[in-house]
Every structure is written in C-alpha cells, then in structure tokens.
C-alpha cells in the first residue's frame, strides 16, 4: 500500500526556517506530480505549492518568494523561510499518479509563533 510520510514540522519562531519533507513508499517521484496542502483551524484546504510531472511549479500568492518545493527520486521538500504567524497549519504533502489519482500524507503541524 503506497504510504506518504511528512518530516519536518514543529514550531518556530516568526521570520524562522523549517524544511518539511515527504517520502514516498513504491514511487519514483519525479515521475509524477507532487505537492504540499496547508489548512489551518476554521479554514479550507489550500494549494500551497507544486511540481507538475514536466517540472512546472506554483506557489500560492502568499508564499511566493518565502516558499521553495522542489523533489528528488525519493522524497519531495518544503523549504519554507521567512515565516509568519499566519502560515500556522497542518501541512499535507500529496502526489498525483496519473492512473491511480492522488495520494496524500497523515499530515505535519507548522506553528509560527513568538
């Protein structure tokens, strides 16, 4: 059974670092797309960023510049810097099989906090 598996989460400190990283069981992942979900109390699901198969990326609006995705055969990454309060969520990583549809992780908490 194909399993997500994020890393990284915690809690830091506003305009702190924190690279979160999701590994993937039975998948080559630069295959396939792949990407990272945020959703924060009393709020939906966010896109926050992704990779397409053909290595296209997006970045939500708020995250341009602070936020960099990127992936290896193994795992894909979440660098995040210059955080703010107002990126406090749980992180979901996902991947996008083009036959078997999309795969998610259990989730990590970020928490940006003084």
């Known amino acids: 059974q194909v399993q997500l598996v994020e890393s990284g989460g915690g809690m830091v400190q506003p305009g702190g670092s924190l690279r979160l990283s999701c590994s993937a069981s039975?998948?080559?992942?630069?295959?396939?797309?792949v990407g990272w979900f945020r959703q924060a109390p009393g709020k939906e699901r966010e896109l926050v960023a992704s990779i397409t198969n053909g290595g296209s990326t997006y970045y939500e609006e708020s995250v341009k510049v602070r936020f960099i995705v990127s992936r290896d055969n193994a795992k894909t990454y979440l660098q995040m810097s210059s955080l703010k309060p107002e990126d406090t969520a749980l992180y979901y990583c996902?991947?996008?099989?083009?036959?078997?549809?999309?795969?998610w992780g259990q989730g990590t908490q970020v928490t940006v906090s003084s």
């Open positions: 039975e998948f080559t992942l630069v295959t396939h797309g």
């Open positions: 996902f991947l996008d099989h083009s036959r078997l549809g999309r795969y």
